[in-house]
């Protein structure tokens, strides 16, 4: 069983650009959420969708934005990039969202 | 607040030793979900154990194991026998019911294990 993948693994982008990020989840699983980390701030939770709809959000600012399709991959945006947001995004699939959570590698983002 | 406590930034072991990676919760909800994960420099998440509040018995997987003792609030990871490629950092996590948070992970800021040959 294939596990989470995401897409790309390294960016490097400009200051007031904008990023998409792909995640495919683990075959089955409906849940997708994701995470920012920094060695500052640590682990911390964006949002979450289940079966296309956001169940859950984060503390961050509008600039952050998600969507799931119906095959279950989601993507994350993040437009007008600010230095602040480099760090590395993880993605996590799950059959619901009282189960287990499994992360894909992550996607290191760096804005210069 | 909801809240996930890993006190030990950093720890050591000997190769074949166990060591225990403690862990420290807050919640006020009787459901939830514990977990633990090892990070490499990677940067990859991997699960490696998963508690219920309800479950009675401490999960085991494999040389892991999670102590969980709810009165205490307490989830700590065991790891037996110890590995050079167990070296890496170690994140406690805590998830809340669907009807609370939707399913959030909470994370503790984690324990930077290395194992010395």
């Known amino acids: 069983k294939a596990g989470v993948t995401q897409t790309p693994r390294y960016l490097i982008k400009t200051r007031g650009q904008q990023v998409t990020l792909s995640c495919s989840p683990i075959?089955?699983?409906?849940?997708v959420s994701w995470y920012q980390q920094t060695p500052g701030q640590g682990l911390q939770f964006l949002f979450e969708y289940f079966s296309e709809t956001q169940r859950n959000k984060g503390n961050f600012p509008g600039r952050f934005s998600g969507r799931q399709f119906s095959n279950s991959r989601s993507e994350m945006n993040v437009s007008t990039l600010e230095l602040g947001d480099s760090a590395l995004y993880l993605c996590?699939?799950?059959?619901?969202?009282?189960?287990?959570?499994?992360f894909g590698q992550g996607t290191r983002l760096t804005v210069v | 607040a909801q809240k996930i406590t890993q006190t030990q930034p950093g720890m050591f072991v000997q190769e074949k030793e166990a060591v225990t990676l403690d862990c420290t919760y807050d919640?006020?909800?009787?459901?939830?979900?514990l977990f633990w994960y090892k990070q490499p420099s990677s940067g990859e998440m991997i699960f490696l154990i998963y508690q219920g509040s309800y479950d009675e018995q401490n999960a085991t997987e494999g040389r892991y194991s999670l102590n969980f003792q709810k009165a205490r609030k307490s989830a700590n990871l065991v790891i037996s026998a110890s590995q050079l490629g167990d070296s890496a950092m170690y994140f406690c996590a805590m998830r809340e019911p669907l009807y609370n948070q939707g399913g959030k992970l909470i994370f503790g800021q984690g324990t930077e294990l290395s194992v010395k040959p």
């Open positions: 075959s089955g699983h409906r849940s």
């Open positions: 919640t006020s909800d009787q459901s939830y979900g």
């Open positions: 996590a699939s799950s059959p619901d969202s009282n189960t287990e959570a499994f």
